[in-house]
């Protein structure tokens, strides 16, 4: 699937009704262009300037045992958590990462023994998150082997299992369901943010990864955060970094530092505060909106349908609301037809199948998160399919 990137939808000029109508919405990625709008609202304030001599060490705080890490970088990440309450930072160690993809790799060579006779397992109930398989596979490597969902393992022998909190792609709200005595857990919290779930608890698991792509919607800065509680498991996760690119970007880390503050601070500096819409109010209602348009083009008919998401308080907002994920988890319900995204894709709506997350061919995955214009476009052919008489 990634391999379509170059198919991806350009930035929309305004205007184009037409051409709009005619091209393909591209659904596929959670490219999360959606946030692009509230940062030009925001201005110059989170530019920064970076001067020709900055940047040149390859260190950062080689006191630190992530020697690549900025201390402002890890400083506003604290920051952030803190405000949000949606993770435990206290006594836990930051490991950054281009990407928690990087930080995914990272931290399988970490968990995996260098000297067991077998590969790991690595399971995770299905529908999982699509990159999983491909990066656990991609090396064919002798320390762990892709399982995904299934009992072919030994549960007490030690096995890793992945736990994506909300779920991707269905937006479940689920823990650990292997329940074996050998499993490690990796969680992966990239949607643990006020915009998409309701904050219920601080989430205080051992091993918990974060991106930038998904919470502020910088997925081009390329950065993820990795809170890890086992100093050696940490430890070797910056082995991993620091053998495959020997750290990560600088210019990127101090980038993504200004803009996690700038959001601390329009709710915590009183002058910011009142003069600017704070980031998860904007992204919550967004999601929101989003959210109810896709229900109402998927109610005008029998066609579609979309799983029940679970109802709770935000701590953090004091609202309670409905989970409304990055990504929608589209059912084709009509007995015609067998492979969802090859029907969609008629209907120039590009999305992902379910058999790329273990699932059937009967879902797809949409993402809520792209541009305005190609979501409203994407809307306005929903619901003409749906209200379309049925063949
Ligand atoms: N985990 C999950 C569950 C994701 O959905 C994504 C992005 N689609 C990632 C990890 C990867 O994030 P990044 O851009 O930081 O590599």
């Not at 656990?136 to 030690?158: I, M, Q, R, V």
């Not at 910011?272 to 998860?280: G, L, M, Q």
């Not at 409304?324 to 894709?345: G, I, T, Y």
Request: hydrophobic share 35%; net charge neutral.
């Amino acid at each position: 699937a990634v391999s379509s990137l170059a198919s991806y939808t350009a930035e929309p000029k305004p205007g184009n009704d037409v051409q709009i109508q005619e091209k393909y919405i591209n659904l596929d990625h959670g490219d999360p262009t959606m946030y692009q709008s509230y940062w030009k609202q925001m201005g110059e304030r989170t530019t920064i300037v970076i001067s020709g001599w900055q940047s040149v060490s390859y260190f950062s705080d080689t006191k630190n045992l992530c020697w690549f890490l900025e201390p402002g970088f890890a400083k506003a990440v604290t920051r952030l958590h803190n405000l949000v309450g949606n993770a435990e930072t206290a006594n836990r160690h930051i490991v950054v990462g281009t990407g928690s993809t990087q930080l995914f790799q990272a931290v399988l060579y970490a968990l995996c023994p260098s000297d067991a006779s077998d590969p790991m397992s690595i399971v995770s109930a299905a529908p999982f998150y699509s990159s999983y398989p491909l990066i656990a596979e991609c090396l064919k490597s002798g320390l762990y082997k892709w399982k995904g969902y299934t009992n072919d393992f030994d549960k007490d022998e030690p096995y890793i299992e992945l736990v994506t909190y909300p779920n991707n792609p269905d937006g479940s709200i689920r823990g650990a369901v292997f329940n074996g005595s050998g499993g490690i857990l990796i969680h992966d919290v990239a949607y643990y943010w006020p915009q998409y779930t309701p904050i219920s608890s601080r989430a205080d698991h051992d091993i918990m990864l974060f991106t930038l792509s998904k919470s502020t919607g910088h997925a081009g800065t390329r950065l993820g955060w990795a809170l890890v509680k086992d100093e050696a498991i940490a430890k070797k996760m910056v082995k991993f970094i620091e053998i495959s690119s020997i750290g990560v970007s600088k210019d990127s880390q101090n980038r993504a530092a200004k803009t996690l503050d700038v959001i601390s601070d329009t709710y915590e500096d009183a002058e910011t505060s009142n003069e600017s819409k704070r980031f998860f109010d904007f992204g919550y209602e967004e999601m929101a909106k989003r959210w109810r348009q896709l229900r109402e083009a998927v109610n005008k008919g029998k066609r579609f349908s979309l799983p029940n998401l679970p109802v709770g308080k935000c701590n953090f907002s004091n609202r309670t609301f409905g989970t409304q994920p990055a990504f929608a988890w589209v059912k084709c319900e009509h007995a015609s037809v067998s492979d969802c995204e090859s029907f969609l894709k008629q209907h120039k709506i590009l999305t992902r199948g379910g058999e790329h997350f273990g699932s059937s061919k009967k879902y797809v995955r949409i993402s809520l998160i792209g541009y305005e214009e190609d979501y409203n476009e994407f809307i306005r052919r929903l619901s003409l399919i749906n209200s379309e008489e049925s063949p």
